[in-house]
């Protein structure tokens, strides 16, 4: 057999270095000019969708299209077609425009493009990945020991503390699954937690009615005395408690439900305890903050997303536990064909996931240029602006309801305005700021979250003076 006998590498896939170089170049250029062009424009996408499927429905990928063309279509789509993250005036949803140097791993992961299953595939960034968890949950308070790994989401990490739970609340859940338990597995979190709970208690099979919803006490926190009481009824009634999870940092309100009472319950009892920091848990990094998390360094595991207040681009999760031998009981295999079997490390042998990105690699440069001190600085500027829009709201009349020390605000007009959905809607077709309409307490409320870690005190007077003017009635 001779080398002839192989057809060329098909370049479309696989071109030349000098082809690489000078489009990574334009790309360099090109997104830079984006970036800038979105902070000059709306925040709301202005694209004609019906044009757009007219153009995307031309694809039929029979002719081949050189990539640069392409390249410059899909940027330019982009810019008119989402809700812009990285426009300063997007208030939004724990969304945030991302560290650079987020961006810059990104492209390392993908040019590398490193296999994280197994430690024998990738030892450097499989060491890099255990670094900075461990780093992370010993800034949490948590002890030597402590282990975990890089999700997808915080959805993942939240499932997984379910798993695990459930793995070790009973011996034979592993192999019988929740038909080990003597009556129905039950977990609890309040009713202002992250909705994807619901269907994480349907994907890990205890089902939707097992999620036990508990109330808050009016200011958007979990009622320790009312999760009490739930516990002991269910105990009474046969039910199995096997989880509780308090979150620090409700998305509706950036509440942080009592971290302390909840651990105890779920000690006295010896049910699981998960803390839900998706969001709030990058307060850990400020030390004026960090005291807003007190008792998270109790819990059995929790979650912290880095693509929220860590600004690390999407989709970066962590799933902390204080005794990670549990990942390996719920989630090791036998796999002769893999590069390594180390139980302790390897992630495909204890986590959700197989086939897996170099995710960590995002928040191991941003903290390593930035160090906790950088950190800090970007998580109390965030507290600041909303202080900021706060206090000039609050003088124009208007009320905040939710009493967090975190970075949102939850805002009423004053009375005699316009409905709050109808203000956010007018707001959002200005495309002058974006911000959410939430419910707390049962009340639809604004919902503004300094999620853009480059706020001026323009963008503040802009977004006050939007709303302000938007809410005739
Ligand atoms: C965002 C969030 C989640 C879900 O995390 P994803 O990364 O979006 O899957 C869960 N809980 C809280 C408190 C959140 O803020």
């Known amino acids: 057999m001779t080398n002839e006998a192989i057809p060329p590498p098909v370049p479309a896939l696989f071109p030349p270095r000098e082809q690489r170089e000078r489009v990574d170049d334009y790309l360099t250029r090109a997104l830079a ?41 899909v940027i330019d789509c982009m810019q008119h077609g989402t809700v812009h993250m990285t426009h300063p ?26 296999q994280l299953a197994s430690s024998g ?37 939240n499932y997984t503390a379910l798993v695990c739970a459930l793995t070790r609340a009973n011996p034979r859940f592993a ?27 349907h994907q890990a099979g205890i089902g939707r009615q097992s999620l036990r919803l508990v109330d808050t006490d009016g200011t958007g926190r979990m009622d320790a005395a009312k999760l009490s009481a739930m516990v002991q009824d269910d105990l009474r009634n046969g039910a199995v408690p096997v989880l509780i999870s308090p979150t620090a940092g ?9 971290l302390e009472a909840c651990a105890q319950i779920a000690q006295e009892h010896g049910i699981w305890c998960h803390v839900d920091a998706a969001w709030g848990g990058a307060a850990l990094c400020s030390e004026r903050l960090r005291g807003e998390l007190a008792g998270i360094e109790h819990a059995d595991s929790i979650t912290i ?27 090791g295999v036998g796999a002769d064909f893999m590069p390594s079997t180390a139980s302790s490390i390897d992630p495909y042998l204890n986590t959700v996931q197989w086939s897996r990105r170099f995710m960590g690699l995002r928040l191991f440069l941003s903290l390593a240029t930035a160090g906790w001190a950088g ?13 900021r829009i706060k206090i000039r709201l609050l003088t124009l009349g208007w009320a905040s309801v939710n009493d967090s020390n975190l970075a949102v605000l939850c805002l009423l007009p004053p009375a005699g305005s316009a409905p709050v959905r109808e203000i956010v809607r007018r707001l959002l ?34 977004l006050v003076e939007a709303l302000n003017s938007q809410r005739r009635p």
């Open 33 to 73: 000019d984006a970036t800038a062009r979105i902070k000059a424009g709306p925040v709301m996408p202005d694209i004609d969708m019906a044009r757009f499927r007219e153009a995307l429905g031309a694809f039929d990928f029979r002719d081949p299209k050189p990539l640069e063309p392409l390249l410059e279509w």
């Open 89 to 114: 005036r997007y208030f939004g949803l724990f969304n945030p425009a991302p560290t650079f140097p987020s961006e810059c791993a990104d492209r390392i992961a993908g040019c590398f493009n490193p």
């Open 121 to 157: 595939s990738s030892p450097v960034p499989v060491a890099i990945e255990a670094h900075v968890i461990r780093s992370i949950a010993r800034r949490a308070g948590l002890p030597e020991g402590v282990g975990g790994h890089f999700t997808t989401s915080g959805s993942e990490a």
């Open 175 to 201: 192999a019988e699954g929740v038909r080990a338990f003597s009556g129905p597995p039950v977990m609890y979190t309040s009713k202002e937690c992250q909705p994807a709970w619901h269907k994480i208690a």
């Open 250 to 258: 409700t998305t509706g309100a950036g509440m942080v439900d009592p």
């Open 305 to 331: 997303d880095a693509h929220k207040w860590f600004a690390t681009t999407m989709g970066c999760g962590m799933f902390i536990a204080r005794d990670p031998s549990v990942l390996n009981e719920a989630f």
């Open 375 to 387: 950190y800090a600085g970007h998580v109390e500027r965030a507290v600041e602006v909303v202080a």
């Open 429 to 462: 077709a200005s495309g002058r700021a974006w911000a959410a309409v939430a419910t707390v307490e049962g009340q639809p409320v604004i919902r503004i979250c300094a999620t853009h870690g480059e706020i001026s005190l323009h963008d503040v007077e802009e």
